[in-house]
């Protein structure tokens, strides 16, 4: 299964049974509004705090999922999942309401593919199945935490990135119809001394190129092997520094075949400084937008990369850089 350095090719290729997005009131005005199952109209879910609503957003996203694939939360072996919340408590409690053996990550917002990556290994093994991966962002809960309180209405440099109030779930399973996870590479730490929390897109773009040089490497293969290739949320500072160094490194990658989930998910129009960010960005923008696009046949072999960046309040206060990370994932269409 191991192939190459750092990528698992996955045999028995597990199935996606069914997917389910949520977002906020300001994904319900981009582009890809359409291509999510839910959209709230307050940031505050019915809540008394942003955190919560979270929470609920997860929650959902978890419970649709399940039911579309045609489960009950029995059924489910593992839940695996990651958020941007101190001790990502997100995630726990939502395995709390769930109550299914959970396994708790921390990739920032590469979560999405990490939880994508490990469910299928689980899968894959025979460990397990069917597994529930899920991730979720808020903006009003997230911006505080890296940031500035929303409320403090601090100004942000063209830079900064705005967190996407959004979740998303996923179903894996041993059988079944459905997009197919075919394998996978675990991205490296990669820390190019960038400490700006407003500039993180210039931080993560080293990341993502890393692991889609090791990717291309480990499985022999190119861009011109995939139909699309979609970093999580590099926004537009980080998704120009990824094509320099594509360059730089000699890697062809096509305009057209080269998207940024940061840049799809809301409207030029919109006051998003460079673009998208968040554990929901990536994992919203996959399991709703590009899975749609592969189930009506405009995909068919599509890599998602989702890059997060591994600082925390305490690191900035401590003044230090920013460590980034990304991991990749491959979605096959079932033939």
């Known amino acids: 299964m191991l192939q190459g350095h750092q990528t698992w090719v996955f045999t028995n290729k597990p199935t996606i049974l069914a997917t389910a997005t949520v977002g906020g009131p300001f994904e319900a005005e981009g582009p890809l509004a359409e291509d999510f199952d839910l959209l709230h109209g307050d940031l505050w879910l019915g809540q008394d705090s942003y955190e919560k609503a979270e929470k609920k957003m997860m929650e959902e996203a978890c419970e649709m999922a399940i039911e579309k694939a045609g489960l009950q939360k029995q059924n489910i072996q ?3 999942s990651g958020d941007l919340m101190n001790q990502i408590i997100s995630s726990s409690f939502c395995a709390r309401t769930m109550g299914i053996p959970y396994l708790g990550l921390f990739g920032a917002c590469s979560s999405s593919m990490e939880g994508l990556a490990l469910g299928a290994l689980l899968i894959n093994s025979g460990a397990a199945n069917y597994v529930v991966c899920s991730t979720a962002s808020h903006n009003a809960s997230v911006e505080k935490q890296f940031r500035y309180p929303t409320e403090y209405g601090a100004q942000k440099p063209p830079t900064a990135q705005w967190t996407v109030t959004g979740a998303g779930a996923a179903v894996l ?6 997009p197919r996870v ?12 960038i400490s700006d929390p407003y500039n993180m897109g210039a931080a993560m773009a080293p990341a993502a190129v890393d692991t889609i040089t090791a990717h291309f490497r480990d499985l022999n293969v190119s861009a ?6 979609a970093t999580g949320d590099l926004g537009r500072v ?12 000699n890697i062809a990658m096509p305009d057209k075949k080269y998207v940024d989930c940061g840049l799809m998910i809301y409207s030029p129009d919109q006051p998003v400084m460079s673009g998208g960010s968040g554990c929901g960005c990536s994992a919203t923008v996959t399991y709703g937008h590009l899975l749609n696009r592969m189930k009506r046949g405009e995909l068919q072999k599509i890599l998602i990369v ?3 960046a591994l600082l925390s309040p ?3 206060q401590q003044k230090e850089t920013i460590p980034c990370i990304a991991h990749a994932v491959v979605i096959e269409a079932d033939r």
């Open 182 to 193: 075919t394998a996978a590479t675990i991205g490296r730490v990669i820390d190019m001394g």
């Open 78 to 80: 593992f839940y695996l």
């Open 314 to 316: 305490l690191s900035y």
């Open 238 to 249: 980080g998704y120009d520094i990824a094509r320099d160094l594509f360059a730089k490194h």
């Open 173 to 178: 399973s041993s059988k079944g119809n459905g």
């Open 224 to 229: 011109a092997d995939y139909d699309l290739i």
């Open 306 to 308: 989702a890059t997060g």
